[in-house]
């Protein structure tokens, strides 16, 4: 049967379509808890996928080890009362602490992808209706793509010279509107 979850767990979108937005429109606690499952089970599978999956649950370190590892820390890191926002910051620590951040893009991407990017935010640790959700991901895990920039060589706080570079190589000088720009 159905159970206490709205979705079972599954990384298809189409089957369990749950997101960081949802939080405001479920049940304390389970529906609150299965959003955020839906989010660890997707990395769960994700890093399983990167590294295998190893059966040995006291000296494996395939991907579902590595994960559980990941989560067991992170709740030692994060915050007492956390937001969703803090659980996944703590995440991403245990990741420095454990794997020297190697997995850092992935377990962003994952996130991201139910809402909880890089820009999300929280709002109170105490309510779950002040939350805003983003899919965003930091600039260090997105892709290089070619733009257009306007380098301020004069320092007078407007682009002057038209260069196309990728954004992971974006000068620390850059204008990003170019309306702003003369």
């Not at 990167?50 to 989560?71: H, I, P, S, W």
């Not at 899919?135 to 260090?140: E, G, N, R, V």
């Not at 190589?169 to 850059?174: K, T, V, W």
């Amino acid at each position: 049967g159905g159970g206490i979850r709205e979705f079972p767990y599954t990384r298809d979108m189409n089957i369990n379509p749950h997101t960081y937005g949802d939080v405001p429109n479920v049940a304390i606690p389970h529906g609150v808890g299965s959003v955020w499952c839906a989010m660890t089970w997707d990395l769960y599978w994700n890093m399983v996928d990167v590294y295998g999956f190893d059966d040995d649950m006291y000296n494996g370190t395939g991907g579902n080890n590595m994960t559980m590892q990941l989560v067991i820390d992170g709740l030692k890191l994060q915050a007492c009362s956390p937001s969703f926002v803090d659980s996944r910051d703590a995440i991403l620590a245990a990741d420095v602490a454990n794997y020297d951040g190697v997995n850092q893009c992935l377990i962003w991407e994952t996130f991201a992808r139910r809402g909880l990017g890089f820009s999300a935010d929280q709002g109170s640790n105490n309510s779950k209706s002040d939350g805003v959700e983003a899919f965003d991901l930091p600039i260090t895990c997105r892709p290089c793509t070619p733009i257009d920039w306007f380098a301020d060589t004069d320092n007078d706080g407007f682009g002057d010279v038209n260069n196309s570079i990728n954004t992971c190589e974006q000068p620390n000088n850059y204008v990003s509107n170019a309306e702003d720009c003369d």
